[in-house]
């Protein structure tokens, strides 16, 4: 019965937003704790997905010594290897994970659980508002493509892959487009 009806493509990009630099750090000066900041650098500079890798991540991933992060990922350990992947302690994700070991000790995850019970959503809308910046659409979403564009232009694609947990093909459907800093570069060429 549906067999000629074709399906429907999930890819839009008009709702891709590249959050930069700047505004990410526009949006830590208007974290209401130190939980939010952590949150947001996860997701913005360590590329985790949220809440489904960022909920489950605990202390005792984080090789503070060797600078490495295994990330456990729900969404695809049912491929074959792919239940997680490590990733670097970047410079920034690292100074954000040692301010929340020390101001909001939890034995066990890096957030604590309570936090994923309220709307992280609207939560982090205020943020964007009082960080002065407009509310991007797919909010969460956006801060691992905007890690995902900046891992590509840095790495060979193969590295960034394995970090971010995706194949080239569901980067280049998904996260990577040409943002304005590319274009700022090649103007100066």
């Avoid at 493509?145 to 590295?159: D, K, T, Y």
Wanted: aromatic letters at 10%; a positive charge.
């Amino acid at each position: 019965m549906f067999s000629k009806v074709k399906k429907g493509s999930t890819i839009n990009k008009k709702r891709e937003h590249f959050i930069s630099r700047e505004d990410y750090q526009k949006l830590l000066n208007a974290c209401p704790g130190q939980t939010w900041r952590t949150l947001i650098t996860l997701c913005r500079i360590g590329g985790l997905r949220n809440p489904s890798e960022t909920s489950i991540l605990k202390w005792e991933d984080i090789n503070w010594e060797n600078g490495r992060v295994t990330v456990h990922s729900p969404k695809t350990e049912h491929h074959k290897n792919k239940g997680s992947r490590i990733i670097p302690l970047f410079r920034e994700l690292r100074e954000e994970l040692e301010k929340q070991r020390i101001e909001l000790p939890d034995p066990e995850f890096v957030i604590n659980n309570k936090f994923f019970k309220s709307n992280n959503r609207n939560q982090l809308k205020k943020i964007i508002e009082n960080a002065k910046l407009e509310v991007w659409p797919r909010i969460f979403h956006n801060f691992r493509g905007s890690r995902s564009n900046e891992l590509f232009s840095e790495f060979p694609a193969h590295v960034a892959s394995e970090w971010l947990g995706q194949s080239l093909k569901v980067a280049q459907e998904h996260y990577l487009h040409a943002i304005d800093d590319y274009f700022d570069v090649a103007n100066k060429e």
